[in-house]
């Protein structure tokens, strides 16, 4: 129950809690540390399901790329009726 601690130990730790704390006080704080255990029990149990609602709510999310798409280079088309024509310029202006 207690992991390595046997019932002997236990004794002699209830013991000497008793021999500190004395017979008044000693109910006082195991209700205490009782409520404590209770609060964090509480505590942790709640953070886990606010955790498993997020990991749920994330896998439910469609997923979106990362990186946007990589830009398409775009230059004009010459028209399909335009002929090219190359003529010699002589700069004499003849």
Same mark, same amino acid.
């Given at each position: 129950?207690?992991?390595? =601690? +046997?019932?002997?130990?236990?004794?002699?730790?209830?013991?000497?809690?008793?021999?500190? &704390?004395?017979? @008044? *006080? =000693?109910?006082? =704080?195991? @209700?205490?540390? +009782? *409520?404590?255990? +209770?609060? &964090?029990?509480? !505590?942790?149990?709640?953070? @886990?399901?606010?955790? $498993?609602?997020?990991?749920?709510? $994330?896998?439910? *999310?469609? /997923? /979106?790329? %990362? !990186? #946007? #798409? %990589?830009?398409? %280079?775009?230059?004009? !088309?010459?028209? !399909?009726?335009?002929? /090219?024509? @190359?003529? %010699?310029?002589? +700069?004499?202006?003849?």
């Amino acid at each position: 129950m207690f992991g390595s =601690l +046997g019932m002997s130990e236990l004794i002699i730790i209830l013991v000497i809690a008793l021999i500190i &704390f004395g017979p @008044r *006080k =000693l109910p006082e =704080l195991g @209700r205490s540390l +009782g *409520k404590s255990i +209770g609060e &964090f029990k509480r !505590a942790s149990n709640e953070l @886990r399901s606010t955790i $498993e609602e997020e990991i749920r709510v $994330e896998e439910t *999310k469609p /997923v /979106v790329s %990362a !990186a #946007p #798409p %990589a830009p398409v %280079a775009t230059t004009p !088309a010459p028209p !399909a009726d335009a002929t /090219v024509s @190359r003529t %010699a310029s002589t +700069g004499t202006g003849a």
